[in-house]
């Protein structure tokens, strides 16, 4: 007998996006928000808390991409690391840039406490294993020096020792952070949108926005339920951006990344693979990154499991089978969802705010999104607002484009060969 597989999130079990119905305003607003996952919705909570009249539309259910869709885990990393940071920026501007992954998390930390979301917040940490020796030796490098310049709580671990966290003989060593963690994304944006709605803010979605242009005091902005004018406008659409802002999608590449759960397992195994219930994300090119249910349950595991598109069952099945290079007793362990979504990269791999033309953005935060995006929607918002804590260590990088990218990232499957084959021969 076929085993199915659920090809929705696993996540949408306990918190399923919903849609809101509404009328677009008849008159001019403050704020008009596009996009209504993490960032938009994070941003429409500070600007109505601070009185504005702010309509946030998105052209699915509020969060139907990243935001509910994602790992769920909590990080304090950008792509870049420290090193790449300084070689790039220099010491100083560097490591304020680094720092703002690092504020990203007391950020959320200090919003799920404040608005009392229920959504399985924890910072346990998260463990980093090396595949690898010489990922190690990097790693462990890369390690001390956040550890000098930023103050990071981590540890060294050599050998097995990552064992204490980690059920697995695959890897060499690794390293243990402290102050990160994770939570049930879909749980969170369900908080979110309460959050947004106490704060008096309108939501309106599915209604996409199919063009734009300045006016005088603002914006006329084309949705498919009509027209609106806005003083502001604010892209938050990440890795889900359409044709409406040109600007953008010449910037921000939507790259596929898939995760499986499996069957529920029962907690005495789930225990025995994490023991500490850290976060996971290996060392590879093509890394994997997992972690046990909020429910302790089952196992979930994400990556880029094809170079070209595939189906869910090959995707899922080539996820099970990084599954079982990690946990080879899981070899009979059937999956029970699988499901994709997309994250977004800026050419600099860096998440980035600003404004052109007139128009705010904050988007591309290539993979540390679930920190990181609500806090930027956050600095967006006191931007609009014209406050002075607005300002970020992004604020003043270019967001470069390239002459060959028009929103078609047809060149990432080299990219993901070129990933694969160090990988395989350990280059």
């Not at 939501?203 to 734009?212: G, H, R, T």
Request: aromatic residues 10%; proline residues 6%; contains cysteine.
């Amino acid at each position: 007998m076929t085993h199915r597989i659920e090809k929705t999130p696993f996540w949408w079990e306990a918190a399923k996006p919903q849609g809101k119905k509404g009328e677009l305003p008849f008159g001019p607003i403050d704020v008009l928000v596009i996009g209504a996952g993490y960032t938009g919705l994070s941003a429409a909570r500070t600007l109505a808390g601070r009185g504005l009249d702010v309509l946030i539309i998105d052209r699915e259910v509020p969060g139907y991409g990243a935001s509910s869709r994602n790992g769920g885990m909590v990080g304090n990393l950008l792509k870049p690391g420290l090193s790449g940071l300084i070689s790039a920026y220099g010491e100083e501007k560097g490591i304020a840039i680094a720092k703002e992954a690092v504020h990203s998390v007391a950020f959320l930390k200090k919003l799920i406490e404040t608005e009392d979301i229920d959504c399985d917040f924890a910072l346990n940490g998260r463990l980093y294993p090396a595949v690898l020796k010489k990922h190690f030796v990097s790693m462990a490098a890369e390690s001390e020096k956040r550890s000098r310049y930023l103050g990071a709580d981590e540890e060294i671990l050599e050998g097995k020792a990552y064992q204490e966290d980690l059920g697995s003989e695959l890897y060499v060593g690794g390293i243990r952070q402290y102050e990160t963690g994770g939570l049930h994304p879909a749980k969170y944006l369900q908080g979110l949108v309460g959050a947004v709605e106490k704060a008096g803010a309108h939501l309106i979605a599915p209604c996409e926005a199919k063009a734009f242009q300045k006016v005088k005091d603002g914006f006329d902005i084309q949705t498919t339920d009509g027209s609106v004018r806005a003083r502001h406008v604010l892209f938050a659409t990440n890795g889900y951006g359409g044709t409406a802002n040109t600007f953008l999608q010449r910037r921000i590449m939507p790259i596929g990344s898939t995760m499986i759960a499996t069957e529920p397992l029962g907690e005495n195994r789930i225990k025995a693979l994490f023991p500490s219930g850290r976060m996971i994300a290996d060392s590879r090119k093509m890394l994997s990154y997992y972690r046990p249910s909020p429910d302790g349950q089952r196992v979930l595991l994400g990556g880029r499991p094809t170079i070209l598109p595939a189906s869910p069952e090959e995707q899922a099945r080539s996820l099970q089978k990084r599954l079982c290079e990690i946990f080879p007793e899981l070899r009979q362990t059937a999956v029970s969802h699988v499901w994709s979504g997309n994250v977004a990269y800026g050419f600099d791999a860096l998440p980035t705010i600003g404004r052109h033309e007139g128009v705010y953005y904050a988007l591309g935060y290539c993979g540390s999104g679930v920190a990181m995006s609500g806090y930027l929607g956050h600095k967006a918002a006191l931007q609009i607002l014209a406050e002075p804590e607005g300002v970020t260590a992004f604020d003043d990088l270019p967001f470069p484009d390239r002459p060959y990218y028009h929103g078609r990232p047809w060149f990432v499957p080299l990219a993901m060969i070129g990933y694969a084959i160090r990988d395989r021969f350990g280059f």
